[in-house]
């Protein structure tokens, strides 16, 4: 019998767990109560924060120090989540502490499962708690200090939610087809429709729109055997990373290419770039560059030769690591649709520089191959070459 785990810090939020749990089980969830709390709880909770903590380092509600505690706890939760196979969906009530720590649990939990977190953080910048898993963040709106008529809502709202998502049963279906991972960005959308037309049928294709968290969650979903190809040919995530731009995917993209030896076709869309948000947002030391607005609030700065030589050392070295079949596309007609003939991006010298630091940095052999086309990258031909190359290393 799976239940709805319902958690939080029973210390400080013992009346609103209560509340959230009746109103669950009121709609017909059966609700488990867990505290990741480090004090005394005011509720009786079925599963306590000694057995949470006991997945965690010795001593971890001996301490004073609330930092280490919230560490320790969100740690030991995260160990102690993985070992249930009872939960059929989990929601967390929390402030900074709390959503700190329930959050490091669920996002151990399998995408698809159903997480909802009420938080006060929840109308911020939640990317630490959600991270590339499938948390769903609730503003909480006032502090969760004792229940108000605000407050008994949005919970109430909260447990229907849980509840429906519960109820669904919905898990991910085994695969059929081969899973490939593409990347993309709104100036190579035509390249990778093109690709995901010639694939349709033979594989399931899996677009990851390039905005730093999608390179991250295409490469946790390749580490975890559910994307066992990849189409990598928007990699502007690495500009955003070497240059200062807002969506960057770390110093960790193509890693799971590498640990993994998953077919890997990839090229070097949307190099031409760095991106940032409203214009009065750009570092100064950006000044006197050349942008083009995307829109309201996303600016664009085109990479100059220096910055697109240092991207693909960079992507040069990450593919030396990558032990599986490599195939690397270069377009020498432009990377993007900005950088097309006539295009507010069309550099020549920098893409020469991309291309020519690719070239020298790469090992190349039979397993490692570059190809290089006369045509750019949205072009009829880039889709076709791409999808031979993948239909050659995945057979």
Same mark, same amino acid.
């Given at each position: ?59 971890? +509600?001996? #301490?004073?120090? !609330?930092?280490?505690? *919230?560490?320790?706890?969100? =740690? @030991?939760? %995260? ?64 502090? +969760?200090? #004792?229940?108000? !008529?605000?407050?008994? *809502?949005?919970?109430?709202? =909260? @447990?229907? %939610? ?66 066992? #190809? ?81 991207? #693909? ?83």
């Amino acid at each position: 019998m799976k239940r709805i785990y319902v958690v939080g810090t029973a210390d400080t939020k013992g009346e609103e767990l209560a509340f959230l749990a009746e109103r669950i089980r009121a709609l017909g969830g059966d609700p488990l109560v867990v505290d990741v709390g480090t004090r005394a709880p005011a509720i009786p909770p079925e599963v306590g924060a000694a057995e949470i903590a006991s997945f965690g380092p010795p001593g971890l +509600l001996e #301490g004073t120090d !609330r930092g280490v505690a *919230v560490a320790g706890m969100a =740690a @030991a939760f %995260a160990a102690f989540i993985i070992t249930r196979n009872d939960i059929a969906g989990i929601i967390g009530i929390g402030g900074g502490g709390g959503t700190s720590i329930i959050t490091a649990g669920m996002r151990k939990l399998p995408i698809g499962l159903p997480k909802i977190m009420v938080s006060t953080l929840a109308s911020g910048d939640v990317a630490p708690y959600v991270g590339v898993s499938d948390v769903v963040m609730v503003p909480s709106i006032t502090d +969760l200090a #004792g229940l108000n !008529r605000i407050s008994r *809502v949005i919970l109430s709202n =909260a @447990a229907q %939610a849980i509840v429906g998502m519960s109820a669904g049963g919905e898990v991910l279906p085994p695969a059929t087809k081969m899973a490939v991972g593409l990347t993309m960005f709104g100036v190579t959308t035509p390249a990778v429709t093109q690709i995901v037309e010639h694939l349709a049928g033979s594989v399931e294709a899996l677009v990851f729109h390039a905005t730093g968290t999608g390179g991250k969650t295409m490469e946790m979903l390749v580490d975890s055997g559910l994307i066992t #190809g990849v189409i990598d040919i928007t990699t502007t995530e690495v500009a955003d990373y070497l240059i200062g731009g807002v969506l960057p995917a770390g110093p960790e993209r193509l890693d799971a290419i590498a640990r993994t030896r998953v077919p890997y076709v990839g090229s070097v869309g949307a190099c031409d770039m760095v991106n940032f948000w409203a214009p009065a947002t750009v570092p100064e030391r950006f000044a006197g560059r050349l942008f083009y607005p995307h829109n309201d609030n996303v600016t664009l700065m085109r990479t100059t030769p220096d910055e697109c030589r240092a991207i #693909g050392e960079w992507i040069g070295a990450k593919l030396n690591a990558c032990e599986g079949p490599v195939r690397l596309l270069i377009p020498l007609r432009g990377v993007s649709a900005l950088d097309i003939e006539g295009g507010p991006f069309r550099d020549a010298e920098a893409d020469a520089e991309l291309f020519g630091a690719i070239e020298r940095t790469v090992q190349w052999n039979a397993n490692r191959r570059l190809i290089t086309l006369d045509c750019h990258i949205n072009d009829p031909a880039f889709a076709a070459a791409a999808v031979a190359a993948f239909t050659e290393i995945a057979a």
